[in-house]
C-alpha cells in the first residue's frame, strides 16, 4: 500500500463550489504539507503543518483552507472554487529529524489530485 | 535572485550518454539537498539526498555538492529512454527555530533520445 495517499485523484468542478481534497499517510510523520504545481511555475506551498495543532501559511494560502485532523490525515478546501484554482495538488509528508547533526527532512509525495475548476 | 534554479531545458542527450543536471542555490545557510524525478502527470520522487560536500553515488546516479560554490548537480550515467521526466532540485534550509525549509527548483526536462 502506498504510504501517502490522496482523494480524490481526479476532480472536475464548477465555480464557486466548495471542493475538500484528502491526504492520508502511513509513514507516522509529523510534517505534511500541501502544494500545487503548474506548469512553468514548479511546486508552490500552500499551507504546512506541523503537528495537529501547528499550522501555518504557505506562500500562496489565499482561496484555501486546511485541516489536520489527525497526525495521519491533512485535508485541503477551496471555499470558493475559481478557475485560477485548475491546478495539480500534492501533498507531501517529510520527518526533519532533528536533533542529528544536519537535518534531512526529505519530502514523500503523494500521487496527486488534478483539479478542473470550469 | 532566486532561491533555487535550474535550467529549465530541455536537455538532450543520446541513448547511453551522461545526462548532467545543475542546481545553484542563494541561501548559505542551506544544509541538505535533494533530487527528484517527476515524470509527466505524477509526483515527485525522491532519488538523491546529499548532505556533505563531494560526490555521492547510487547506482547510475551521482550527486555532487559544492558548499561554497553554493552548486549541486546531478549526474546520469549510461542514461535511459526511462530516464526521461523532468528533474527538480530542492534545498533544505535549517532555520533558526524548529521550522526546516524546503524550497523547490523549477525543475530541468530532460529527454533521453534512444
Known amino acids: 500500500d502506498a504510504d501517502v495517499t490522496q482523494t480524490p485523484r481526479n476532480r472536475i468542478t464548477k465555480t464557486g463550489k466548495r471542493i475538500m481534497l484528502e491526504c492520508s499517510q502511513t509513514k507516522g510523520h509529523d510534517r505534511m504539507y500541501w502544494y500545487r504545481q503548474d506548469p512553468g511555475l514548479g511546486l508552490r506551498l500552500i499551507y504546512y503543518s506541523f503537528d495537529v495543532k501547528d499550522i501555518n501559511k504557505g506562500e500562496i494560502s489565499d482561496g484555501y483552507s486546511v485541516s489536520r485532523q489527525a497526525q495521519a490525515k491533512f485535508s485541503l478546501s477551496l471555499e470558493s472554487a475559481i478557475p485560477n484554482q485548475t491546478a495539480l495538488y500534492f501533498c507531501a509528508t517529510s520527518d526533519p529529524a532533528r536533533g542529528r547533526e544536519v537535518s534531512y527532512n526529505e519530502q514523500f509525495f503523494g500521487p496527486g489530485t488534478r483539479l478542473t475548476v470550469l | 535572485q532566486k532561491e533555487v534554479e535550474q535550467n529549465s531545458g530541455p536537455l538532450s542527450v543520446p541513448e547511453g550518454a551522461i545526462a548532467s543536471l545543475n542546481c545553484t542555490y542563494s541561501?548559505?545557510?542551506?544544509?541538505?539537498f535533494f533530487w527528484y524525478r517527476q515524470y509527466s502527470g505524477k509526483s515527485p520522487e525522491l532519488i538523491m539526498s546529499?548532505?556533505?560536500?563531494g560526490d555521492k553515488e547510487d547506482g547510475r546516479f551521482t550527486a555532487q555538492l559544492n558548499k561554497a560554490s553554493q552548486y549541486v548537480s546531478l549526474l546520469i550515467r549510461d542514461s535511459q529512454p526511462s530516464d526521461s521526466a523532468t528533474y527538480l532540485c530542492?534545498?533544505?534550509?535549517?532555520?533558526?527555530?524548529?521550522?526546516?525549509?524546503?524550497?523547490f527548483g523549477p525543475g530541468t526536462s530532460l529527454s533521453v533520445i534512444p
Open positions: 546529499i548532505y556533505s560536500n
Open positions: 530542492a534545498v533544505n534550509i535549517r532555520g533558526k527555530t524548529s521550522y526546516d525549509k524546503v524550497i
Open positions: 541561501d548559505r545557510g542551506s544544509q541538505s
